[in-house]
Every structure is written in structure tokens, then in C-alpha cells.
């Protein structure tokens, strides 16, 4: 089946998409993409041209299998490469920046990043700079979600094949999670309706080279849902989803990390019981690229002192350190401080960073 295209956009969301211009980028006009161009695709062709490895042909380097880094922001003085753009930033915040932005950064090929900023959660005004390796600005997007209802707060951006950026968010008016996808010259591509979930509290998503993106949606109430928009523009795990097999604790975002080339791990702090008593429990669960289970049941990881109510557990950080092992770096109060976990789903003490 293939994804629908949004219904959630508005009916001029094309005019708006292609008025946009990238002041960076001059010569390819912003969003310039003509309606027809940016929204229809055949049901057989492909979401991008045929690429033959997610290998840095630039730096000689692999795309990084893991999400995309996220820091907050208190000082602009603290991120040199963003200093550097201080009256960009003036000009779309319209702040003196003495407030903490959220940063999101998304490796691409040639040393070149995706970064995406939001400020404060009463007002998000996110903003895209895509930069090469010495931190110049190739293109801004300052309306990544034009024509979209306004009030999105989950968002996550995440790179592409051939240079792409992705950005993933939460329409909470249509209970969507959606995506839409830029080219390497900042124009826009498509945008997809990935899944349904009534209420989301966190986004987590990852670049599967070769196989497309694997998106997790985090509930207060329930079970996680995740969803592979595949390279071809295909909801490969059906229109429903994949649930995890546990029940999410409120606000516990979702980790995803590659463990080799063929699957796919999630890990979230939950408990298979509904309202089980005691600490957090951090589970995963390894999933090949159909959303097939690769195993009988859920691993358990550690155990993790609540969080007070109304703070959301942290987000648990993962690093692919071989292939078919992840480490996994826990938080203060966890039962142990990190450990190592294999596609066999063997749980072992994490070994000293060589």
C-alpha cells in the first residue's frame, strides 16, 4: 500500500511551498517545485534516484546509522558554527537569544549537516540550515512546515539518500505523523502520512541506508507505534503500524539504532504489564525490515528509578561500537550505567570506550 499523500495540508500548501526562497541559495529559488512535481509520484517510481551506498563519497566516510545528535541550546556562544549565523537567526527568532533553542543535527554526505532549531515550547518556529563542512549556510528553509496547521511541537529531522533532509512531525489537529522530504538543493520532494496515533509526546526517527526511514511515535497512554517508509514510497509496515510489545511510560521517547545491516532495534523505557508497580523498566526489541519480531520477547535492559510525575523519562543515547552491538549509555539512577546489547539479544556490562 502506499502512503497517502496529506490530507491534513492545506489546499494552497503547493503555492506556499513554492513561495518560499532560500536567500542562501539564489539560484534554485527555495521550494520552487511546481505542485505536480512536488506531490505526484507514480506508484512504481522510486522516492529518489538510484544511489549506490549511503558512503561519504566526499570524506570517504558511512552515514552514521543512528539518530539524529540533539542538544539544548543555552548559549549560541556555546555552538561556534552557529554564532557564525547569529544575524540569520536574529532575523527569524526575532529574539535577543538569551533563550535556550533546541538543536537537532543530521549528518549528510560530504561532511555536510542538517540542523534543525526551535526555540521555546509555547512557540516552536522551527528552522532548517543545511551547512557544508566549514559551517556555510547552502540553504534555509524558515517555513519547513508551510501550509501545515500551526502548533506542531514534535518534530525530528533526519538525512536521505543522495543528500536528502528529511523532517518528520506530529499534526495534532489530524492525529497524524507525517514527513516531508527536501532534495540536496533544498527543494521540496513529497510529503507522506506515516501513521495515526491520538496523542504523541515524542518523536524518534532513523535513516535506514537502503531500506528508508524507521519513525517511532511515543503515546502517554499504550504502546509506541513505528512505521518504515521505505526508499520507494512505501509504508512497508502496513497502514497500522507496529506497536511495541510493552506499555510505554508516559513522555518515554523511543530509541533507534541500526545493530547491522538487516534490522533495526528499539529501546524504551515501559513494562509488558499495564500499571506495574516499582521502577522503570528499559526494554528493547529487534525488528527486520519487513516489522517482523526477530525476537520471542521483549529484552530487559535495566531498571531506572521513575521519574517524578509529569517528567517524561530521559532519552537513552545508543552507539552501533561493531556490527550486531550497540551500547547503550544509561542514565543516573539506572541499575547499571551502561551496558552492551548483541542481535542475539544477549545483555552484557559495556566495555571501556577503546
Not at 556555510?136 to 517555513?143: C, F, G, P, V, Y
Not at 522503570?280 to 528509578?305: F, M, N, Q
Request: with cysteine.
Amino acid at each position: 500500500m502506499r502512503p497517502r499523500q496529506l490530507a491534513l495540508l492545506l489546499p494552497f500548501f503547493c503555492l506556499l511551498a513554492a513561495c518560499e526562497r532560500s536567500p542562501h541559495d539564489p539560484s534554485r529559488g527555495g521550494d520552487a517545485a511546481s505542485p505536480s512535481a512536488s506531490l505526484a509520484i507514480a506508484p512504481s517510481a522510486p522516492l529518489v534516484e538510484p544511489h549506490p551506498s549511503p558512503a561519504d563519497e566526499t570524506a570517504g566516510r558511512v552515514i552514521s546509522p543512528v539518530e539524529p545528535e540533539r542538544v539544548l541550546l543555552r548559549r549560541l556562544a556555546d555552538d561556534p558554527q552557529l554564532a557564525r549565523h547569529r544575524d540569520v537567526l536574529l532575523a527569524h527568532f526575532d529574539v535577543a537569544l538569551d533563550t535556550a533553542l533546541e538543536v537537532q543535527s543530521a549528518k549528510l554526505p560530504g561532511d555536510r549537516r542538517a540542523r534543525l532549531l526551535m526555540s521555546g515550547p509555547g512557540d516552536r518556529r522551527p528552522m532548517i540550515l543545511t551547512v557544508d563542512a566549514e559551517g556555510n549556510i547552502l540553504w534555509t528553509k524558515e517555513r519547513p512546515l508551510a501550509g501545515i496547521h500551526p502548533g506542531t511541537s514534535e518534530m525530528v529531522i533526519a538525512p536521505g539518500p543522495a543528500g536528502q533532509v528529511v523532517l518528520i512531525w506530529y499534526d495534532k489537529p489530524s492525529r497524524v505523523v507525517a514527513q516531508r522530504i527536501w532534495d540536496t538543493n533544498g527543494g521540496i520532494f513529497a510529503d507522506f502520512q506515516l501513521l495515526s496515533v491520538e496523542a504523541c509526546e515524542a518523536l524518534s526517527a532513523l535513516y535506514w541506508p537502503g531500506t528508508g526511514w524507521v519513525v517511532a511515535a511515543a503515546q502517554p497512554l499504550g504502546s509506541a507505534r513505528l512505521q518504515l517508509l521505505g526508499e520507494t514510497g512505501r509504508l512497508m509496515w502496513g497502514s497500522d503500524s507496529r506497536g511495541l510489545p510493552w506499555v510505554s511510560r508516559g513522555g518515554a521517547p523511543v530509541t533507534l539504532a541500526l545493530d547491522g545491516d538487516d534490522s533495526v532495534i528499539a529501546v524504551q523505557v515501559g513494562d509488558p504489564r499495564k500499571g506495574a508497580a516499582g521502577p522503570d523498566r528499559l526494554h528493547a526489541a529487534r525488528y527486520d525490515a519487513k516489522g517482523s519480531p526477530l525476537w520471542e520477547e521483549p529484552v530487559e535492559l535495566a531498571t531506572i528509578a521513575r521519574a517524578p510525575a509529569g517528567i517524561a523519562p530521559p532519552r537513552i543515547a545508543a552507539t552501533r561500537v561493531e556490527p550486531g552491538v550497540l551500547r547503550l549509555t544509561l542514565p543516573k539512577g539506572a541499575s547499571k550505567a551502561g551496558v552492551e546489547l548483541r542481535s542475539s539479544g544477549a545483555v552484557e556490562a559495556a566495555r571501556p570506550a577503546r
